[in-house]
């Protein structure tokens, strides 16, 4: 054999041998009588010529153990192997790796001639006119033994080899070699040749964690099984005796001495000529050993597998379906949003404290399918999408949505003044914010939490109907833990509830806030979509629903309106400039009595995609920026959830919200006129002067701050004065103020 620059040299392998010798079919019932009756004559004609005694009596216990025997059909033994996680375009996601290793079934079509004529040259060159077992081998096996010669060859032939890897375990008793001989004689006599060289190829470990051939293919090759050629079939048929020792990264020198031994061997077969053999060359084998699991799982992609996970045992996917049955899991999640949401995510943290964690869900509101989903960069630790958080002023959206359901419209007015409770707590807005007294619409741009929670007092039912809105929207009604969400456990509800005092899920927030985008109909999160098995059956499939109208759509419409706006007042986070309308809010919850924060939101949508966005730490502790200035809502999260939206919706037509239909004889916004403010005056100086403004106290009576009734007499400025009104912070909330429930 002769000898190149990178080993053996051989020609390449072309496609005209595609049509050599197939492993014979199955057999008919007289062929597989004629063959029992011939494995009988071999038995007893040796008892004859050795020791009649006690072979006769071997071969009766043999006859009886091999009558006695029920071997499973093809198809009926179940190996473990991986299930593959795909989003919805088909790309992986994540494989489900059982402990066994990498192995998925491939049907015999689609595994090269080739390679299965290799795989035969090296385990066992009878395969096709052996019943089973092979005498032969039996003493090749033995010679090798004495000789010392490890590519003699083993006695067991591929059958044996199946039958020791499934049925009966490879302990090293005779009374297990002995059965293993009866079950191997009885299915090749059963079965069809193609059947068990499927079987076989299917199982046998080739080394580097990769059980069968299509998991051989990509650790040793990086390659597709149908793309194998005859230098690589060698390799990989010759790894199957040892393939630690037969490694090619390993031992490159005891491999090539194996691969040149099975070319030879697939001349001995007829497989490929001489010159074919010697004009081969023994193909570059990827430098990585191949990964045992899912690589894929360590990062972000892992908590999305960990979720599908959950939801297969609710499909009525067995555990064992999903350990044998090679499953192609096909899910919501576009790959554009999913991209979007990691990104975002990732990118606008970079710089900040190491201590800083974020989650971000975004939601199909017309199907509930989970598009994008990021609950942490460490696939295999805690995922913040499940985690249950306070929300702050994102909840109150659900007393807004309670007060419409109760005919309430968006022009109702309150008062923006501190609240003084009866039990002497008080609520506060966040630094001090206020309108005097404003609509339902800009209380809720400006989140003012002594609006809201003067609403919610308003409500028949008060906080319970805030709960009981937010659960029709698709807060669930009990939490993952078997806890009633929403309440305190005696089943009361606080008043905090609308200022977001109850803890509630990432995820559940982004299916929430799609409720109202889909005009009240509510849609269940989810990430399946489709289940296939190895033969491609189709084990589950959703079909698309109309869902469940959970609010009416004037409700969630005239909600969708009054959100509009606050994206863009909240800190200039409109999407693609103010080109593509959407609905949010923020929300931030402080951290006790220590007047910083610890939970920041932003959750938000538009007709096709709903996403929340949530920022806190590690530990639950103080939620301060890279400056160290105190993270709100309207901060990095809604920065986030710009990013994310604007990557996710990229290309994607830009769509309208519904009009909304009049409550209580009010459709949308209201106008309402800008209230009195603080203002200053400057006088108009020259055009050359530079000269800085001058401040003056407004004349008038303080009722609350920004609320100013001018005294009787009192002018206005001089006309050759400017008035400034001071500007407004970006709108934001704290929570309820100290005292506060």
């Not at 109850?502 to 299916?511: G, H, L, P």
């Not at 924060?597 to 639950?620: E, F, H």
């Amino acid at each position: 054999m002769n000898s190149g620059p990178d080993g053996p040299n051989r020609s390449s392998w072309t496609s005209e041998h595609d049509g050599g010798r197939p492993a014979s079919a199955g057999r008919t019932p007289v062929q597989k009588k004629r063959r029992i009756h011939k494995v009988i004559a071999w038995i007893i004609g040796l008892g004859g010529a050795l020791l009649p005694g006690f072979v006769l009596v071997m071969a009766a216990v043999f006859l009886f153990t091999y009558a006695d025997l029920s071997v499973p059909a093809p198809g009926d033994i179940k190996q473990s192997q991986i299930a593959t996680v795909v989003d919805s375009r088909g790309g992986e996601i994540a494989k489900i790796v059982p402990p066994e290793g990498n192995r998925t079934d491939v049907p015999i079509e689609e595994i090269p001639l080739v390679l299965q004529q290799a795989v035969i040259a090296a385990e066992d060159r009878e395969f096709e006119e052996n019943a089973g077992f092979s005498i032969s081998g039996y003493g090749r096996a033995a010679l090798g033994k004495i000789t010392g010669r490890e590519d003699a060859g083993g006695g067991s032939t591929i059958t044996q080899q199946y039958v020791k890897n499934v049925l009966t375990g490879d302990e090293a008793s005779y009374q297990r070699k002995f059965r293993e001989l009866a079950i191997s004689t009885k299915m090749a006599n059963e079965w069809s040749k193609q059947d068990i060289l499927a079987a076989y190829l299917n199982t046998i470990y080739f080394g580097r964690g990769a059980y069968g051939v299509s998991a051989a293919s990509k650790a040793y090759f990086n390659k597709d099984i149908r793309d194998i050629t005859l230098p690589e079939a060698a390799v990989l048929a010759s790894s199957i005796r040892s393939p630690s020792y037969y490694d090619p990264a390993t031992n490159l020198q005891a491999a090539e001495g194996r691969w040149s031994y099975v070319l030879d061997g697939m001349v001995t077969t007829g497989a490929i000529t001489e010159e074919e053999a010697a004009a081969q060359q023994y193909p570059k084998v990827v430098d990585q050993q191949a990964e045992t699991g899912d690589p894929a799982s360590n990062g972000p992609n892992g908590l999305i597998k960990r979720q599908v996970l959950a939801e297969l045992g609710t499909l009525n996917i067995s555990e064992e379906e999903i350990r044998t049955g090679g499953l192609r899991v096909t899910t919501t999640i576009d790959p554009q949003v999913q991209n979007a949401n990691v990104s975002s995510a990732n990118d606008l943290r970079e710089g900040e404290p190491n201590d800083i964690r974020t989650a971000v869900v975004s939601i199909d509101p017309r199907t509930g399918g989970v598009k994008g989903y990021f609950g942490g960069n460490d696939g295999n630790g805690y995922d913040y999408a499940q985690a249950d958080l306070q929300t702050g002023s994102s909840f109150k959206v659900f007393a807004l949505v309670a007060a419409l359901e109760q005919g309430i419209p968006l022009s109702k007015n309150y008062s923006s003044a501190p609240f003084e409770g009866a039990g002497g707590f008080t609520v506060n807005n966040s630094d001090g914010e206020s309108c005097g007294s404003c609509n339902l619409a800009t209380a809720m741009k400006m989140s003012l939490n002594t609006v809201y929670y003067r609403l919610m007092m308003d409500l028949n039912g008060g906080p319970n109907a805030v709960a009981e809105a937010a659960h029709r929207a698709g807060i669930p009604e009990v939490s993952n833990s078997g806890v009633k969400t929403l309440q305190n456990p005696d089943g009361g509800v606080e008043g905090g509830v609308v200022l977001g005092q109850y803890d509630s899920r990432v995820i559940d927030m982004a299916s929430a806030y799609g409720t109202l985008a889909a005009s009240g109909m509510f849609h269940s999160p989810h990430f399946v979509q489709k289940v296939e098995n190895s033969k491609g059956e189709v084990l589950y499939e959703r079909t698309d629903n109309q869902g469940e109208r959970r609010l009416p759509a004037e409700v969630a419409d005239n909600t969708t309106a009054a959100l509009e706006p606050i994206a863009a007042y909240s800190n200039g986070n409109a999407l693609d400039g103010g080109e593509r309308p959407s609905a949010s809010k923020t929300g931030t919850t402080q951290l006790g009595d220590t007047g910083l924060n610890k939970d920041a939101w932003m959750v938000g949508y538009t007709p096709q995609l709903s996403t929340a966005v949530w920022v806190g730490t590690d530990k639950g502790g103080a939620l301060k920026n890279y400056s160290g200035a105190t993270i709100y809502g309207s901060g990095l999260p809604a920065q986030i959830w710009r990013t994310a939206m604007n990557r996710a919706l990229d290309g994607q037509p830009i769509e309208s919200f519904p009009e909304p239909t009049e409550i209580g004889g009010v459709a949308g916004v209201p106008y309402e006129a800008p209230p009195e403010t603080y203002t200053t005056t400057t006088a108009r100086p020259p055009s050359t002067t530079t000269a800085p403004p001058t401040t003056t106290t407004p004349p008038g009576v303080t009722l609350a701050p920004g609320v100013v009734i001018p005294l009787p007499g009192q002018a206005n400025p001089d006309p050759d004065t400017e008035t400034e009104t001071e500007p407004t912070l970006p709108a934001e909330e704290g929570g309820p103020g100290r005292g506060s429930p």
